[in-house]
């Protein structure tokens, strides 16, 4: 559970979040990966030493590293428009979406007695 209280808050971002440093390199390195790997296979498939034709490889690798920012990219657009439909939905129906105040554990948890 979040420790926001306001659930409009939850889905503005004022820049106070943090990427983490892998959050927009996974994808390109792993299709990249991807790609050099689909070139070794090709290679196999066609009965050739794994790394024969290494401009296949570059091409394969690059293509992959394209598409894993393409990838990126096209997330980052879906989680916008989700977020931007679910704040506009929070605003229409305020009701629905109270502000709840903060519990303390004192508040919460009743005395406790050790029995001896």
Not at 23 to 52: D, E, H, W, Y
Not at 55 to 81: C, M, P, S, W
Request: aromatic fraction near 12%; hydrophobic fraction near 40%; proline fraction near 8%.
């Amino acid at each position: 559970m979040s420790n926001v209280i306001d659930p409009i808050k939850l889905l503005t971002d004022k820049g106070e979040r943090q990427p983490s440093y892998m959050s927009n390199k996974f994808n390109p390195v792993i299709c990249s990966i991807l790609g050099f790997g689909c070139a070794v296979f090709m290679n196999f498939g066609l009965r050739k030493p794994p790394f024969s034709g290494i401009q296949n490889h570059a091409i394969f690798t690059l293509i992959g590293g394209g598409l894993g920012v393409f990838f990126d990219q096209k997330r980052e657009e879906y989680l916008a428009k989700r977020d931007a439909v679910l704040r506009h939905y929070i605003e229409l129906h305020p009701e629905d979406f109270p502000v709840k105040e903060r519990k303390k554990y004192g508040d919460i948890l009743e005395p406790w007695v050790p029995i001896r």
